[in-house]
């Protein structure tokens, strides 16, 4: 259309110019004015149309801008589904490995439960007295609770003395030594107080000798007989003496007896 209004306005141009060389013919004047009128009518039209093309065009440019925009959007949309789904799987797979650690733990936990309650029954057969009475430390694999069993299977019950309840003790202190495979230390203070000599003797032969980590008695001076001290004398590296110089006082002397490594 703009095209065909350039070209219009060009014959009229052409046409007024010609018009406007001297003519004999006396009409030329209004010919003339008539087409000066049409040339000004085109010529506004032409700057109609392109007042209305460069509209357009901002216009259009405005869409392109637009669809631009959209497109920034549009992509930004499918990222985040991209992620989203990226998310999702990898939840899915967080859950997956999550069973599966739950199931090894679970496995793991049955292990060494299993190796705790074998090692702490060994040593509850070595020591314990009773051995018809005391013939297993069963472990429940949920609640970790241990229970005492006889020779039949059956439970032993909670009332025990003392004694029996430092073997256990001890007994369970081996096991947890084993599962874990720590040396880790362990002080005991006055351990063969609560037990007769039966126990004692068992205990300084059996778990003393056994214990693989350092291990600190605390006893008074005769608690211990000397038979029994023999038992374990090769894995003593050191014996200290606490003396109080001043009863009145609580001020206390440390004083080596023996030194060595067993």
Do not use: N
């Amino acid at each position: 259309r703009i095209d065909e209004l350039r070209q219009r306005r060009a014959e009229l141009q052409a046409a007024l110019e010609e018009l406007e060389q001297p003519a004999l013919d006396p009409g030329w004047r209004a010919d003339l004015e008539v087409k000066r009128r049409a040339l000004a009518k085109a010529q506004a039209a032409f700057e109609a149309q392109s007042q209305k093309a460069q509209s357009l065009e901002s216009e259009l440019h405005t869409i392109h801008d637009q669809r631009g925009a959209l497109a920034e959007t549009l992509e930004d949309a499918h990222e985040r589904d991209r992620a989203r789904d990226h998310l999702s799987r990898r939840a899915e797979l967080a859950a997956g490995v999550g069973e599966a650690l739950i199931d090894v733990a679970g496995q793991l936990r049955t292990t060494r439960v299993g190796t705790l309650e074998r090692a702490a029954t060994s040593m509850l057969r070595r020591t314990a007295h009773k051995a018809e009475l005391f013939e297993k430390l069963a472990i429940d694999r949920e609640t970790l609770r241990y229970a005492v069993l006889d020779a039949d299977g059956h439970h032993v019950p909670p009332g025990r003395s003392t004694g029996e309840r430092t073997i256990l003790a001890l007994c369970l202190v081996y096991g947890l030594q084993k599962t874990s495979g720590c040396r880790f230390p362990l002080v005991l203070e006055a351990p063969l107080k609560p037990l007769d000599p039966f126990h004692q003797e068992a205990v300084l032969r059996h778990f003393l000798t056994a214990y693989a980590g350092q291990t600190i008695l605390l006893v008074k001076p005769g608690e211990v007989p000397a038979a029994f001290m023999e038992l374990c004398r090769d894995r003593i590296a050191t014996s200290l003496r606490l003396v109080r110089p001043q009863p009145e006082t609580e001020w206390t002397q440390i004083e080596t007896e023996k030194a060595g490594l067993s």
